[in-house]
């Protein structure tokens, strides 16, 4: 059981437009940014978005992040087949004496 | 480049202490601008937090893994490590280590991965 609560699955169409979400508490996504990982099969997981919606070097603006009070989420525009990925949201977690904290992962069918 | 490689036992036994490194390249685990991580990943589950440590030796664990784990770091062979007692099967998982940046509101996050290495806990 993930501190952070995202959906198991979310699938696209190439083009379209999807949004994965990440729900938590105040003692993590409401006092903390949230990061956002992509992991393809049998690698390690990449850096996507940092504090919230900054992007790293490298990684496309069809990728974007939000947060609003106690959840986050990650939209993928202009989705491409390549996007097909598992998606980890993390944030701190202000609770016994602190601890990173993540979602379950999303895994994102392009469809 | 900074790139990260860690390297371990692979196949281990039940109640044994199993020691990882992470050796560090293109960058100094001296740096006081970051912090060095261990995350591991079970077979086809989530992402686990084990602990951070800071080049002078401060470290912070995960509250659940707190009294078995031990991270060190050696600046003088760029590397840190990481030590975890008394093993089960529930820890057999793929163990990645990471550089902990900050951005300019002090916000933290992983920026940089090892490509993980396999932990098999099995007797």
């Known amino acids: 059981q993930s501190v952070l609560t995202q959906p198991p699955s979310a699938s696209g169409t190439p083009g379209q437009r999807v949004t994965i979400s990440c729900s938590g508490s105040s003692s993590n996504i409401g006092s903390n940014t949230v990061n956002w990982y992509q992991q393809f099969p049998g690698t390690a997981p990449k850096l996507l978005i940092y504090?919230?919606?900054q992007r790293p070097l490298g990684v496309p603006d069809r990728f974007s992040g939000s947060k609003s009070g106690t959840s986050a989420s990650l939209a993928i525009s202009g989705l491409q087949s390549e996007d097909e990925a598992d998606y980890y949201c993390a944030a701190w977690d202000d609770s016994l004496n602190g601890n990173w904290v993540f979602g379950g992962g999303t895994k994102l069918t392009v469809l | 480049q900074l790139q990260l490689q860690e390297s371990g036992p692979g196949l281990v036994k039940p109640s044994e202490t199993p020691s990882l490194t992470c050796s560090v390249s293109?960058?100094?685990?001296?740096?006081?601008?970051?912090?060095w991580g261990w995350i591991r990943q079970p077979p086809g589950k989530g992402l686990e937090w084990i602990g951070s440590?800071?080049?002078?030796?401060?470290?912070h664990y995960n509250p659940s893994l707190k009294s078995r784990v031990t991270i060190s770091v050696d600046t003088s062979k760029n590397q840190f490590s990481l030590k975890l007692s008394s093993v089960t099967a529930a820890d057999t998982a793929v163990y990645y280590c990471a550089r902990v940046s900050l951005d300019y509101g002090g916000n933290y996050y992983f920026d940089y991965w090892g490509q993980g290495t396999l932990v098999t806990v099995s007797s």
């Open positions: 293109g960058g100094s685990t001296s740096s006081s601008s970051y912090y």
């Open positions: 504090s919230n919606n």
């Open positions: 440590i800071y080049h002078s030796g401060s470290t």
